[in-house]
């Protein structure tokens, strides 16, 4: 069972370059989200879609955009990277219920220059 | 929306002692309290949580409290050990809210 995978693991990219993090999960899951997470700053939620065909902004989404695939499938995407979005993103995953667990990927360290 | 307040951002135990990490939070709807552990270089995985029905839930050297009316609750470790260090994200999140909200996380260190 491989959870919640991302791909890919690290990733240089120069300002303005544009990429895409992929994110899969195989628990069957309805909700799934995208954080960043800074030193100091905890986990911050980008967007999120709380099941198949819908998506909805976090806390910090300027700059991304989403695409929720199918239910297995949740996208990120950088149209034009910036230094400021250098980060460790994480994907995650969740149950129907919001009591349910979320179970995060391994995560992608993203660098901007 | 909901705020999340988490204490402190560094603890340092010897091997053996015990850790309290403190959070509030801000929403009276909030009723799920999870605590999630993340060793380096990996993603956040849940170690314990509470629901607004219960005070208290053990489960072996981990235990949280809940106190609602102060807004608060805490993860205890006690009898820590070396493989404890870790950063600890408390989170809350209220029924069909979608998404949770987490605290900055606590470095905790346990010095052999």
């Known amino acids: 069972n491989a959870g919640v995978t991302q791909t890919p693991k690290f990733q240089v990219l120069k300002t303005g370059q544009s990429m895409t993090l992929q994110c899969a999960q195989d628990?069957?899951?309805?909700?799934m989200y995208w954080y960043r997470q800074d030193p100091g700053m905890g986990l911050r939620l980008i967007y999120y879609?709380?099941?198949?065909?819908?998506?909805d902004k976090g806390e910090v989404p300027n700059g991304y955009n989403v695409s929720r695939l199918n239910k297995r499938e949740f996208s990120l995407r950088l149209e034009s990277a910036a230094p400021s979005q250098t980060s460790v993103y994480f994907c995650?995953?969740?149950?129907?219920?919001?009591?349910?667990?979320?179970?995060f990927g391994p995560g992608t360290r993203l660098t901007v220059l | 929306g909901e705020n999340v307040e988490q204490h402190p951002s560094t603890l340092s135990v010897q091997e053996g002692d015990s850790a309290v990490i403190k959070c509030t939070y801000s929403?009276?709807?909030?009723?799920?309290f999870p605590w999630y552990k993340q060793e380096l270089g990996k993603g956040p995985q849940l170690i314990i949580d509470?629901?607004?029905?219960?005070g208290e839930k053990k489960d072996q050297r981990i235990a949280v409290t809940l106190n609602k009316t102060a807004k608060h609750f805490s993860l205890h470790i006690t009898e820590t050990q070396p493989e404890d260090s870790a950063v600890y994200f408390c989170?809350?999140?209220?029924?069909?809210?979608?998404?949770?909200?987490f605290g900055d996380g606590t470095t905790l260190t346990v010095k052999p």
């Open positions: 995650a995953s969740r149950g129907a219920q919001s009591t349910d667990t979320q179970y």
């Open positions: 628990m069957n899951h309805n909700s």
């Open positions: 879609s709380a099941s198949e065909g819908t998506t």
């Open positions: 929403d009276s709807a909030s009723n799920y």
């Open positions: 509470i629901r607004s029905n219960v």
């Open positions: 989170a809350a999140s209220f029924t069909n809210a979608g998404k949770s909200t």
